[in-house]
């Protein structure tokens, strides 16, 4: 349950994260309160998540998900560069986020 817990948190700080680009430096209203309430969640989460899992492989899984999230958000839907390096790093991302889960079980 708790991998559940720290995916879905993981998946919220992709939320705010892209929040932040919508919030225009939390003048806008609607994108800001989006921001900091998926902020309040994953937090809220991550640390229920580490009740169970030890504090350094859940923060490292947890910005992991968030950033690749954030990072395939950017390629699909704000056309940023998707170069082969650009593509492999983030893969090498994915592959430390699946090494931590496996080998902290």
Do not use: K, N, Q
Request: proline share 5%; glycine share 10%; aromatic share 10%.
């Amino acid at each position: 349950m708790s991998w559940l817990l720290l995916l879905v948190a993981g998946l919220f700080e992709a939320i705010w994260a892209i929040g932040l680009e919508y919030s225009d430096g939390f003048t806008r209203p609607a994108p800001t309160a989006v921001t900091l309430v998926a902020l309040a969640v994953s937090m809220v989460l991550l640390a229920r998540a580490v009740r169970d899992l030890p504090i350094g492989t859940a923060y490292a899984v947890w910005t992991g998900i968030g950033a690749t999230a954030t990072a395939i958000y950017g390629l699909v839907v704000l056309d940023e560069p998707a170069g082969p390096a650009r593509l492999f790093f983030l893969g090498l991302v994915v592959a430390g986020i699946a090494g931590l889960h496996m080998t902290s079980t």
